[in-house]
């Protein structure tokens, strides 16, 4: 069985995404210049961004082909991932908004955040595996 366009895209709209993620957290560690907030910014929104691309690709894939939607693990931690990687940034805004007490939710929810991204990508790869196995 050939792997539709759409998956491969899915996949790599992901991936990209956790390494854009995985660069804001790392920048938010480093804060060696003035700059560092504005960098953690610019890289997570763009990670967040490349998270919505794949997930609708596949949402849209999906209707197109008449087949259900959160049937498997990697669908539900899906949900579960975009929600955590939507809220992640929104609570990082508030904190710029002088919502301090926030910050410690912002931060343990990224780091949450990271581990269900890499999670969901694992499940997706034994999700397509048992789709070309079959």
Do not use: C, D
């Not at 790599?12 to 953690?40: D, E, R, Y």
């Amino acid at each position: 069985m050939s792997i539709p366009l759409s998956f491969l895209f899915h996949a790599l709209a992901m991936v990209i995404g956790l390494v854009l993620l995985l660069n804001a957290a790392s920048i938010s560690t480093k804060k060696k210049t003035n700059q560092w907030l504005q960098k953690h910014r610019i890289t997570a929104i763009l990670g967040v961004l490349s998270v919505i691309t794949g997930a609708v690709t596949m949402i849209v894939f999906k209707e197109s082909q008449g087949y259900p939607h959160l049937k498997s693990p990697h669908a539900i931690g899906g949900l579960v991932t975009v929600i955590a990687v939507v809220t992640t940034p929104i609570l990082g805004y508030l904190i710029t908004r002088g919502k301090q007490n926030v910050k410690k939710y912002h931060t343990s929810l990224a780091k949450i955040t990271l581990i269900l991204v890499a999670i969901t990508i694992i499940l997706g790869f034994i999700r397509l595996w048992e789709i070309v196995s079959k």
